[in-house]
């Protein structure tokens, strides 16, 4: 993997936030695969297959912070392909703040790098956990 990519995956996290933030659906786009998984059940949400059904879950029923802050970004390449572990930093809609923890697999399409599947945690995993 080159500078390039790995500069490139670093901005996926910025530009999944922006675009929750900004409720532009259509930007998920540049995110996410058509076929992507997001697994949310940790935070008792049912698990979201598709980009269609990512992007609904986001309009109607997602229950959003005011603002996301992405930190803690790394790639790593692995023998099962290439992993970005981020967390955000969000401030909720009550006033108070809430951090959670994502870990993706993530594909290079024609279009750019890619989520293919999301899981996010309230809490850190156990490093010993295969994700």
Same mark, same amino acid.
Request: no cysteine.
């Given at each position: %993997?080159?500078?390039?990519?790995?500069?490139? #995956?670093?901005? $996926?996290?910025?530009?999944?936030?922006?675009? &929750?933030?900004?409720?532009?659906?259509? *930007? #998920?786009?540049?995110?996410? @695969?058509?076929?992507?998984?997001?697994?949310? @059940?940790? $935070?008792? /949400? !049912?698990? $979201?297959?598709?980009?269609?059904?990512?992007?609904?879950? %986001?309009?109607?029923?997602?229950?959003? !912070?005011?603002?996301?802050? %992405?930190?803690? &970004?790394? /790639?790593?390449?692995?023998?099962?392909? /290439?992993? $970005?572990?981020?967390? &955000?930093?969000? #401030?909720? !809609?009550?006033? *108070?703040?809430? +951090?959670?923890?994502?870990?993706?697999? /993530?594909?290079?399409?024609?279009?750019?790098? *890619?989520? =293919?599947?999301?899981?996010? +945690? #309230?809490? *850190?995993?156990?490093? =010993?956990?295969?994700?």
């Amino acid at each position: %993997m080159d500078v390039a990519d790995r500069l490139e #995956l670093h901005e $996926l996290p910025g530009r999944y936030g922006d675009a &929750i933030d900004d409720r532009d659906w259509a *930007r #998920l786009d540049q995110v996410f @695969t058509d076929d992507a998984v997001f697994d949310l @059940t940790d $935070l008792g /949400v !049912p698990l $979201l297959e598709g980009l269609d059904a990512i992007k609904t879950f %986001m309009d109607v029923d997602a229950q959003h !912070p005011r603002t996301h802050t %992405m930190t803690n &970004i790394y /790639v790593d390449e692995t023998a099962d392909g /290439v992993k $970005l572990n981020f967390r &955000i930093v969000a #401030l909720l !809609p009550e006033g *108070r703040v809430g +951090t959670a923890s994502y870990y993706d697999d /993530v594909v290079k399409t024609a279009d750019g790098w *890619r989520v =293919k599947h999301r899981v996010t +945690t #309230l809490r *850190r995993r156990d490093r =010993k956990r295969d994700h």
